[in-house]
Structures are given as C-alpha cells and as structure tokens.
C-alpha cells in the first residue's frame, strides 16, 4: 500500500511539474506578462469592475488582415461575479481623440496601431491591442485594463481542438461573404438552420463572421456579436470549470492558440479569465438610442453618438454606459436572449 501511495504521488509531482513547464511555455508564447505572475487574481476578488478588451481579427492571410472584425468589452462585476459583454460596432467613428490622431472608424484603429516598421509581429499586435485600448477607454469612460486579440485562425483552431461545439441556434438563415451576392439573393457560401447544430472551426468562423446573410436580422453588428457569444460559451462549457476532466481540452487550446493569440495576461490570468466568458448580459450601443448613422466626408457609412456636437463628444456614450452598467442584472432591455 505504501508503495502503491509513493507511486501515485510521484505521478501527481510529475504532472504537476509538466503541466507548470507547459504553462510557462504557452505564457511566453502568447503573452507578453511574466510567467508565473497574475494581475487578475485580486482585482477579482476586490470591488471595482474589470474591464477586458477581446479583438479579433483576419490575421495576414485574410483580407484587411489587421481590420478588427470583432471588438467586444468584458466589463466583470466583482462584487455579484457577473460579466456584462458590450460590443462596439466596427463602424463606430474616431475623431478628436488623443489617443488616435486621425480620423477613422473603430476598426482601423488596430490595422493602424498594426502598422509601422521596427517591431516584430508580436510587438505589432500588442502595440495595435494597445492603441484600441486606449481609444476605447476615452471614447466608452470606462478603464480598459486589459485585452486579448485572436486572429481568424485561431479561433478556428481552438475550436477544432475540443472537437467542435454544439449552439442552440434560434434563426435559420443562409449567408455569402460577398456584397453583390447579397444584393441579388445568392447564397452560395452556405446556411445554418435552427436548433441545435453542431459547428466545426470553419463552420463557427463563418457563423460569427457573416455578415451578407439572408435574415434582415442577422446582418449587423449586434447579430454577429450575439453569434460569436454563443461560440465562446459553448467553447467555455466544451474545456469544463478547471477540473481534471478540463486538463486535456486545455491543453488542446494552449496548441490551438500559440502563435494566434497575443494579451497581456499571463497564462495564470487567462485561466482565471476563462469562468467569465460566459456573458450575464449585454449593453449593446444601439443605432437611434447611442448612435445614428452617416456618412463622413468620403461617403462612408459610419456611426456616431446620437447626440453629437464634434469632434471628442463621446459624453452620451459614457453616460449611457455609466447608466446602464450601474442597473442591476436583469433590468436592461438589451440584454442577450
């Protein structure tokens, strides 16, 4: 019995040994915060919200590679441990803030923070992540602690590392990646249909990226954000709450994400980050309650605060947001289905 008990700790030690090397390996190849260190471990547990961006995006082998495609705040209540998810529209219009001396849409801010020679690529993104950040932070009043950037890849592959995931679908609808197929109602690129459906990577990329799709209510922002959601909980439920049963799906998703993924979280954090994916509500910034749609001075379709005066006057976001993260969980009428 004694040695049976020697055995068994022996191999507890040396699990626990493989897992802590291939920990601090994946810290350094995704995150630019030392390994093992945790910036989220007491601001969890403290009083004051934490705010983490998430960005993705096409990566080099897409095109507009460094355009944010997805852009979404995890706002984390500490005291009720509830996470309210604010997506900003990518068409969200940039002008007169400090941070970003041009103007542009929300989008371009990461292709631009992107761009620039003397800076390999990690320090591209995290610079690009960076400049976001800061922008957000002026343009939403919120402190921006945080952020994680995936591109389109490893996003696929960090599902097809758990083997797929299941959403409960509500609305069937058909979709194309292109713009003047949409106009003439051709949808080659696929369709999904309601219900639970079972998606692989591809399958889950194009869900939470479509954009042309058949349903009037599918082909917006707000839509795409609510689509990606489902994806991240079901990919969340898909690695399990940190048990054992959670080793092997998370080491699949260290695999999947090395080389794809860039934060400035530490491994530690990201695990600790990881039982707040899952969204208690959304604030949605809304066209004609946030925003109102125009177009700028070369004819692009943009979005700017309702109750705009010029350039910097994000007041009513702040206050609206200020507003609403206050309300209790449950009293917004924006929140996710």
């Known amino acids: ?73 995890l706002s984390i209540d500490p005291d009720t441990d509830t996470t309210t998810t604010i997506p900003i529209p990518r068409d969200l219009w940039i002008e007169g803030v400090d941070a970003f001396s041009q103007n542009g849409k929300i989008n371009e801010v990461f292709a631009e923070g992107h761009s620039g020679d003397g800076a390999d690529e990690a320090e591209r993104v995290d610079r690009a992540s960076d400049l976001l950040a800061a922008v957000l932070s002026d343009v939403t009043g919120l402190d921006i602690h945080h952020w994680l950037a995936i591109d389109f890849d490893g996003f696929r592959d960090m599902v097809d590392a758990v083997g797929g995931v299941t959403i409960d679908n509500p609305v069937a609808f058909a979709y194309t990646g292109e713009e ?26 194009w869900y939470t990226r479509a954009r042309y799709t058949s349903v009037i209510s599918e082909s917006n922002d707000f839509a795409r954000s609510i689509r990606q959601a489902r994806v991240l909980g079901a990919l969340r439920a898909k690695v399990g709450d940190g048990g054992p049963a959670s080793i092997m799906p998370g080491l699949g998703l260290m695999d999947a994400m090395e080389g794809r993924v ?22 949605e910034l809304s066209e004609e309650v946030v925003l109102i749609a125009t177009t700028n001075t070369i004819g692009q379709y ?36």
């Open 1 to 73: 019995m004694r040695t049976v008990f020697v055995l068994l700790l022996l191999a507890v030690v040396i699990v626990g040994i493989f897992l802590f090397m291939r920990a601090a390996a994946f810290n350094a190849s995704v995150s630019r915060a030392v390994f093992p260190s945790t910036a989220l471990l007491g601001s969890l547990n403290g009083s004051d919200p934490v705010n983490v961006l998430m960005i993705g995006y096409g990566g080099s082998d897409h095109e507009g590679a460094f355009l944010a495609d997805a852009i979404q705040v």
């Open 180 to 205: 003047e197929n949409h106009r003439a109602g051709i949808w080659e690129a696929g369709a999904y249909e309601a219900g639970l459906i079972h998606l692989t990577g591809e399958q889950a990329l």
């Open 262 to 283: 860039r934060t400035d979280l530490s491994a530690i954090d990201l695990f600790l980050l990881s039982s707040h994916m899952d969204s208690d509500r959304r604030v």
């Open 302 to 337: 943009i979005l700017i605060p309702i109750d705009w005066s010029g350039p910097g006057d994000y007041g009513g976001v702040r206050s609206y947001l200020e507003r609403e993260l206050a309300s209790p969980i449950g009293s917004i009428a924006t929140d996710a289905p």
